[in-house]
């Protein structure tokens, strides 16, 4: 079976600081991974994706994150916050290589992040 | 382009009653998944659909929902008997299926309250 866990309910920095939010995952195959985002009273929306190619991968809004199978690790991170930055973010896995593969997305539980200006 | 519309985008129902709830997804896409959010739970995978059959219904959380698709497009999912714990947001997603690599695209989703 496939999981992640979200390390941090909630997240608090200051703008112009980095950004951390953590992710573990657990999965039979080699998963795929992404981050959704959901601003407040909007909808969800990919920020970015891990599919086997490239093990740091860059997403919209200057975020990146990086696969790191010794560790199931695929933290999210961005070098300074913005104030637009404060939402709920997700850390998502998926199998899309299995057999039985319906592209399902497998939600951790969100981390919310708070930006202080 | 037009994304993933729903409706209603807010539903007030009295514990007993029936709902339906409305989603359209992006024209061409395959795939369709209807998911819950819930206050601190996540969200939740209810049922998907490749065109109109759903090969995975593994999340509906009892026999009170259902959900069926039109056509290759329109989806719409059936709460009957509506309990309290059925409150929560009920999000639909669309994507190119297989081919889409897990980008799902969501549309705002229908707040249900019962009362």
């Known amino acids: 079976a496939q999981s992640v866990t979200q390390l941090d309910s909630h997240v608090s920095v200051s703008e112009g600081t980095p950004v951390l939010l953590r992710c573990n995952y657990s999965?039979?195959?080699?998963?795929?991974l992404f981050w959704y985002v959901q601003h407040p009273n909007k909808g969800l929306q990919l920020l970015l994706k891990?599919?086997?190619?490239?093990?740091l991968v860059k997403g919209i809004s200057g975020f990146e994150a990086e696969f790191k199978k010794s560790e199931t690790s695929f933290h999210l991170t961005k070098p300074s916050a913005h104030m637009s930055d404060a939402a709920e973010y997700f850390c998502?896995?998926?199998?899309?290589?299995?057999?039985?593969?319906?592209?399902?997305?497998?939600f951790g539980q969100g981390t919310t992040l708070q930006v202080k200006p | 382009g037009a994304g993933v519309s729903q409706s209603p985008s807010n539903k007030v129902t009295e514990k007993g009653k029936d709902v339906e709830l409305r989603c359209d997804p992006i024209s061409g896409h395959t795939a369709l998944y209807w998911y819950r959010q819930s206050l601190g739970q996540g969200l939740e995978f209810l049922i998907y659909f490749q065109g109109n059959s759903a090969p995975d219904k593994s999340g509906l959380p009892s026999d009170r929902f259902s959900a069926e698709r039109t056509g290759g497009s329109v989806s719409t999912l059936t709460i009957q008997r509506t309990q309290q714990e059925d409150s929560a947001v009920y999000l639909c997603?669309?994507?190119?299926?297989?081919?889409?690599?897990?980008?799902?695209?969501f549309g705002p989703g229908t707040r249900l309250t019962v009362t």
């Open positions: 997603a669309s994507s190119l299926g297989r081919s889409g690599l897990g980008v799902l695209y």
């Open positions: 998502v896995v998926s199998d899309l290589r299995g057999s039985s593969n319906t592209g399902k997305l497998i």
């Open positions: 891990y599919t086997s190619a490239a093990t």
């Open positions: 999965s039979s195959y080699s998963p795929s």
